[in-house]
Structure formats: C-alpha cells, structure tokens
C-alpha cells in the first residue's frame, strides 16, 4: 500500500495505515526546518518504507538512493510511551534528516554523483559528524524530545567528563566494546551542539552546503585538504582542535557534577 505528499511516497503494510499517515504527517510538518538546517533545496520525492520487522525498533537512510525506512514499534504497554513523548515523529526527523543532508549537493555534483551510485562528500564523512547532525536536530523539535535534551545522554557526557578521560576524536568515529556503545551518536551530537552554540546554528548549515560543494577527488580524503580544511575555513580551526575546546568545556562543566545515586 502507498500514500504520497508532496515530499514522500510511503509504503506500508495494510495493518499500519494510521502509522504511516502518522509518519508521513511528521515529515511534512518538520520538511522545513530540516531542509533549513541541511540546506538542501533540491526537490527530489523520497521513498519512504514502513516495515514491521518484529521486536526490532529502529530506523535507516540508504546513503546511496532517496530512501528511508524505519520499523514499527515492538508491542508494548501504553505506560512506556510515558518516557518518550514521541518516538515516530523522533525517528522520522532523524532519518529523513540523514536523506536530505546526503543530497544537499551543488547541481554539479549532483550530476555526478548520480554517475558513481551516489557517492559523494557526504557519504564519506565520519560518523560523528553524520548522527552527530541528526541527533541535534531531532532534539530541535521540543525541549523534551531528543537525544539531547534526555537526561541520560547529559549525565553520561557529565560523567565521563569528570572522571575522564574523555575520548580523543578520533576515536569516536569508530566502533569501541565498551560503554557507550555508538559512541558517535553521543559525543557527535554533543560536539554538534557545542559548534551550534558556540559559533551560530547557521554554521552547520554553511558546513554542510560547502561540503557538498567538494568534488569526490582522492586528495579530499586526507583531513589536511579536506575535512579539516573545511573546517578552518567555517570555525577558523581544525576538528581535533575543535573537539578538544570542548572536552574543555564539558571538563569545567563537569566540576559541580554530582552523579545521582
């Protein structure tokens, strides 16, 4: 089965009509503000799956096509909805969020890309950079909802801050087995917030649209002439450098932290 809208086709089972116009609905209300903050104008209809995949909760974006997909929730009792006030809607931005910053191209690599299954300067950045955006936005949409603004993550980042140490950056661009685990979706969303505060929310959108002004040439994979060189050119300095002002600043912030018992 299908519904469209003006930015999505959705597919979904026939039993989960009313998640899938759930899901299509929150889209459409945030399309703005993630289109804003991604800086992708490009009119391109996504496609959007809705599977039921059994107790498995989660959702993705293909990095090298214009789908999205998120999985219904596991049955649970109505009580748990009282600790998350709205998972769908916080799935849908974050996705959708992955899809439209992967596409926020010039027309020129548009055209390429669309050449070599999509690849460009976006698929190739580290994680922390690609949950790290995501998380922040979807913890832009209400001051109790996000990754962000949960408890959980604070006290984490608190913590790890005071008892150190704190993760060089590049390490948290790679899977580590030990607490946290995807730890590039906390610290990226940290950093990411810390860049937004620290230098103005337009900056992530300005970095994001020079990165997909970069053309796929190998030497943009050394961080000297790509990444870190972007980074100069939109903060004034390096990502190591930048990720250690604010390890700083979590560390000084951390002084007066008390975990609670």
């Known amino acids: 089965n299908t519904l469209e809208s003006k930015h999505a086709i959705i597919y979904y089972p026939k039993t989960h009509y009313e998640l899938a116009i759930e899901s299509l609905y929150y889209l459409e209300k945030h399309h703005n503000k993630v289109a804003k903050l991604t800086g992708n104008t490009y009119e391109h209809k996504k496609q959007f799956l809705l599977q039921d995949i059994g107790m498995n909760t989660n959702g993705y ?91 959980l993550y604070h006290a984490t980042l608190m913590t790890k801050a005071k008892y150190k140490p704190l993760p060089k950056l590049s390490s948290v661009a790679y899977f580590q087995r030990h607490y946290p685990l995807g730890q590039w979706y906390l610290y990226g969303a940290g950093f990411t917030s810390y860049l937004a505060k620290t230098y103005g929310e337009e900056t992530l959108t300005q970095f994001i649209k020079e990165s997909g002004n970069i053309n796929l040439n190998y030497h943009h994979f050394i961080p000297k002439y790509g990444l870190d060189k972007l980074a100069k050119h939109v903060y004034k300095k390096s990502f190591p450098t930048l990720f250690s002002n604010y390890s700083k600043q979590l560390e000084q912030e951390s002084r007066s932290w008390t975990l609670p018992n």
């Open 61 to 151: 974006a293909n990095r090298f096509n214009h789908t999205l997909s998120i999985f219904t929730p596991a049955p649970s009792s109505h009580i748990g909805s009282l600790f998350h006030r709205n998972w769908i809607e916080n799935v849908t931005v974050h996705e959708y969020f992955h899809s439209l910053h992967m596409y926020s191209l010039s027309e020129k690599n548009h055209k390429a890309s669309s050449l070599i299954m999509n690849l460009n300067f976006h698929t190739f950045l580290p994680l922390y950079l690609i949950e790290g955006f995501a998380v922040y936005q979807e913890s832009q949409l209400h001051p109790q909802q996000g990754r962000l603004n949960d408890g």
